[in-house]
């Protein structure tokens, strides 16, 4: 039973540039969640998807917009990129009913130059 | 809004038994969960609870006062593989979002 994957592992662009990361989440899984976790702090809620609606936003600008497909699979898009939005890319799912149990994905490490 | 508090870091020996508090500030709270996150390495999934009390999931513990806007994690009989950061995370009522604390980094010496 496959967990949670995501691509790409490591990604570099430049301010200004537009990005997109993508998550399967757990087989039988119909919720995926999105987080920003910076070096040594805890993960920060950015987005929740389920049945392919945004369902609860964190604070987080506009230029975090994401989509969840019929499949469950996700993709976070993040236009307009700062040097401030360096960090690890975390992408959870669950089942809508236990959200509190969430399986994680690697990670996507993205750093902006 | 909302907050949660963690001690950033806890040192214990091997085969002790080590407490991590979580003190939170939210508003319409559900529940309480434990992450346990390796260095490099994605969270899982530790326990949760939404009554108080205590849930015993072996070697693991997790305890929660509602009253009190408290909880913690006991691990017992610990092991060198224990070292990582733990979360505490809070489920907010009528919201399918997780708070995450900023983590407590657990250092098992031999």
């Known amino acids: 039973d496959a967990g949670v994957t995501q691509s790409p592992t490591h990604l570099i662009k430049t301010r200004g540039q537009q990005v997109t990361l993508r998550c399967s989440p757990k087989?039988?899984?119909?919720?995926v969640s999105w987080y920003q976790q910076a070096l040594g702090q805890g993960p920060q809620f950015i987005f929740q998807?389920?049945?392919?609606?945004?369902?609860q936003r964190g604070n987080f600008p506009d230029r975090f917009s994401g989509h969840q497909f019929p499949n469950y699979s996700s993709e976070l898009n993040v236009n307009a990129l700062l040097l401030g939005d360096s960090a690890l890319y975390l992408c959870a799912s669950s089942l809508i009913d236990r959200t509190y149990e969430q399986y994680f994905g690697p990670g996507t490490r993205l750093t902006v130059t | 809004g909302q907050s949660l508090e963690q001690p950033s870091e806890v040192t214990a020996v091997e085969g002790a038994i080590v407490q991590i508090n979580c003190t939170y500030q939210?508003?319409?709270?559900?529940?309480l969960s434990w992450y346990q996150q390796h260095d490099g390495g994605a969270p899982t999934f530790l326990s949760y609870n939404a009554l108080d009390g205590l849930e015993e999931t072996g070697r693991f513990s997790s305890f929660l006062s509602r009253s009190d806007s408290y909880g913690y994690l006991l691990l017992q009989e610990l092991q060198m593989k224990d070292s990582a950061s733990y979360f505490c995370?809070?489920?907010?009522?009528?919201?399918?979002?997780?708070?995450f604390g900023s983590g407590t980094r657990l250092l098992v010496r031999p």
């Open positions: 939210t508003s319409g709270f559900y529940g």
């Open positions: 995370a809070v489920s907010m009522d009528s919201s399918y979002k997780l708070i």
């Open positions: 087989s039988g899984h119909d919720t």
């Open positions: 998807y389920y049945e392919e609606e945004e369902r």
